[in-house]
C-alpha cells in the first residue's frame, strides 16, 4: 500500500476536513433548437471581466460559472445550483437556456462565433485580445468546446507535495475518462473542413461518433495543438515547470510569427508571437495554481508563493446530471486526489510523458473497448487490471474520509466507480451513445437540446426567493461599477501597456 495508512494516519482528521474544493463550469447559450445564441453576454448578469461568479470563456456566448472554496461537497454543489439559478431566470428573457454538453451545438460559421467582450480597459481589451489569438491559432470552434473544472486543495501541502500529485495524477488520469467521460459523439459541423476518423451515427447527418470513445473532448479532435506538442513541460519540481512554460512564453514561434501582432488595419491579431500569448493558453490535464493580483503574470505568482491548490480539467459535463457534476463525482475526486497526493511519485521522464500522451488518446477514443491495452513503464498492461489496481488503493482513503466526515459516502463513490469498471455500458459516454441512437433518431442536436431543457426545468423547480433576486442583481451592479472604475484608471496607452504585461520581466520573481 505505499504505506498510505501510516501517511492518512499522519494527515488527521483536520487535514481531510480542511479540503477545499471549487468549481468552474462552462457551457453556451443556446437557443431552443439547439443553436448558438449570438446575443450579447446578457448586462443583468454583470460584467464578465469583475463579477467573481458569472463570466465567460472563450466565446461572448460562452458562460462560466464559478464557485468559491468550500469544505464540504454538497455547500459546493449549493452554491453552483444557487448560481445556475439566477442565470436561468435572466436567459428565460431571451429563450436561451445553457447547452449541458462538452461537446458544442450545432455552431455558425467560424468567424461569426463572437468572442468574448471586457470593455475598454487594459485588461479587458486584452481579454479580447488573447481570444483572437486563439482564434487565429486553433481555430474558433475548438474553443467552443466546454468543461468543468476542479479546483482542489488541502491545508499543509508544499508545492513539492503538489507536484508529487500531479505526476500521479497525470500517470493515472485515464481512470476519470473512463469513469466520467460524457462526449463519445458529436455534431458534424464541429469537424466540418477537419480531417478526422470519427463514424457516422445512423446516417451521419445528426451525429459523428466513435463506438468506444468515452470524451472526444480530451481527444485528438478536442483540446489539442500540434505547436504545443513541441512543448517539453517537466512537473518534477516548480522551478522546472516554471522554467519549461518560459520558454514557450518568450520565444518567438514562427508560424505565429507570420499572423503578426497588429494587423495592417492596425486591429490585433494577437498578445504576442510566441509559442504561448499567456500561461492560460497551455493546455493540460491538471494544472498548479496561485491566486494572482491584479495585473500579475500567473506565472510570477507561481515563482513567488509557490502552488495554492491544483486545477483538474478533464472532466466533461454530464448531460444527465443538471449541474453537469453530481455529489458522488466530487468525493470520487476527492479520493482520488488525495490517492495522488499519498502515493510514491517518482519523477518524469521524456518516455513516460509519451506513454501518458499515448494513454489519454488511447482511453479518450476507445476506452471502453473490451481488453484495451495502456502502456506502463515500457509493457502493456489491461485498462481493466491497473484500473482496479487505482480503486482497490483508494478504498483506505475512502474510509478515512468517510471517518472524517460520519458518514459511507466515499466508500459508496468509490464502490459506484468499481461497478462502472465492471459495466461499462452503464458509463455516461455509453449512456450518451445509446440515448442518442434509441431516443434521438442518432441526433446529437435533439438529444442536446432535450436535455438542456430538462436541465433548465430542474434547476428552475428548486426554492427561491426575492431575497436571492436581490443579491445577485446588487452584485451585478457592483461588477459592473468596478469594470467602470477599472476603465477609469487606465490612463496610459494600451500599446505600452501590452508591451510591460508581456515583457519576460513580469514572468521572474526579482
Known amino acids: 500500500m505505499n504505506h498510505i495508512q501510516e501517511r492518512i494516519d499522519a494527515i488527521g482528521t483536520q487535514r481531510l476536513l480542511g479540503i477545499g474544493r471549487g468549481i468552474e463550469k462552462e457551457g453556451l447559450r443556446v437557443t431552443d ?17 469583475t463579477h467573481s461568479s458569472i463570466t465567460t470563456d472563450f466565446s461572448e456566448s460562452q458562460i462560466e460559472i464559478i464557485t468559491g472554496v468550500h469544505q464540504g461537497v454538497q455547500a459546493c454543489l449549493d452554491e453552483l445550483s444557487e ?11 431571451n429563450d436561451e437556456r445553457l447547452w449541458i ?32 489569438g486563439l482564434g487565429h491559432r486553433y481555430g474558433r470552434r475548438m474553443q467552443t468546446i466546454s468543461g468543468i473544472h476542479y479546483n482542489w486543495s488541502m491545508p499543509g501541502v508544499s508545492s513539492e507535495a503538489y ?41 451521419g447527418q445528426g451525429a459523428l461518433h466513435l463506438p468506444h470513445a468515452t470524451s472526444l473532448r480530451m481527444g485528438r479532435l478536442g483540446y489539442q495543438s500540434d505547436a504545443q506538442a513541441s512543448i517539453s513541460v517537466s512537473y518534477n519540481d516548480l522551478k522546472g515547470y516554471a522554467d519549461s512554460l518560459y520558454g514557450a512564453l518568450t520565444q518567438p514561434y514562427p508560424a505565429y510569427e507570420k499572423v503578426g501582432v497588429i494587423n495592417p488595419g492596425g486591429e490585433y491579431n494577437q498578445l504576442g508571437t510566441s509559442l504561448l500569448q499567456i500561461e492560460n493558453e497551455f493546455y493540460g490535464t491538471i ?36 449541474m453537469g457534476i453530481s455529489a458522488p ?32 488518446h488511447m482511453v479518450a477514443e476507445r476506452g471502453r473497448e473490451p481488453g484495451l491495452n495502456l502502456q506502463r513503464q515500457g509493457k502493456e ?13 483508494c478504498q483506505p482513503i475512502a474510509a478515512a474520509l468517510d471517518q472524517a466526515h460520519g458518514t459511507q459516502d466515499y466508500s459508496e463513490a468509490l464502490q459506484q466507480s468499481q461497478h462502472l469498471l465492471a459495466h461499462p455500458e452503464q458509463t455516461p459516454s455509453a449512456q450518451v451513445l445509446a440515448v442518442v441512437s434509441e431516443q434521438f433518431g442518432t441526433s446529437f442536436k435533439a438529444f442536446g437540446a432535450a436535455q438542456s431543457q430538462w436541465a433548465r426545468e430542474q434547476t428552475l423547480a428548486r426554492p427561491w426567493s426575492d431575497a436571492l433576486t436581490a443579491k445577485y442583481q446588487q452584485r451585478a451592479a457592483e461588477s459592473i461599477k468596478a469594470q467602470k472604475d477599472m476603465e477609469a484608471a487606465d490612463t496610459v496607452p494600451f500599446e505600452e501597456w501590452r508591451q510591460c504585461y508581456m515583457s519576460p520581466e513580469h514572468l521572474v520573481v526579482s
Open 329 to 360: 463525482t466530487m468525493r470520487l475526486l476527492d479520493v482520488f486526489l488525495l490517492h495522488c497526493l499519498l502515493s510514491d511519485s517518482p519523477p518524469d521522464s521524456p518516455a513516460e510523458i509519451a506513454e501518458m500522451k499515448h494513454n489519454q
Open 101 to 132: 454538453s462538452s461537446m458544442p451545438c450545432s455552431l455558425p460559421s467560424d468567424e461569426t462565433i463572437p468572442l468574448g467582450r471586457y470593455g475598454t480597459s487594459h485588461i479587458g481589451r486584452s481579454k479580447s485580445i488573447y481570444r483572437m
Open 83 to 93: 448560481v445556475h439559478q439566477y442565470v436561468y431566470q435572466v436567459l428565460q428573457a
Open 287 to 322: 494544472r498548479p495554481k496561485r491566486t494572482v493580483q491584479r495585473g500579475e503574470r500567473p506565472l510570477h505568482a507561481l515563482r513567488e508563493r509557490g502552488v495554492e491548490y491544483v486545477e483538474v480539467r478533464l472532466m466533461d459535463i454530464n448531460p444527465f446530471d443538471s
Open 381 to 393: 498492461v489491461l485498462l481493466t487490471d491497473w484500473a482496479q489496481e487505482v480503486l482497490q488503493a
Open 33 to 49: 433548437e439547439g443553436a448558438l445564441a449570438l446575443t450579447p453576454h446578457p448586462a443583468a448578469l454583470g460584467s464578465a471581466l
Open 163 to 203: 507536484f508529487g500529485l500531479i505526476r500521479n495524477f497525470r500517470r493515472e488520469a485515464f481512470l476519470l475518462l473512463y469513469l466520467f467521460g460524457a462526449s463519445p459523439v458529436l455534431c458534424p459541423c464541429f469537424v466540418q473542413g477537419r480531417p478526422h476518423q470519427l463514424q457516422p451515427l445512423g446516417d
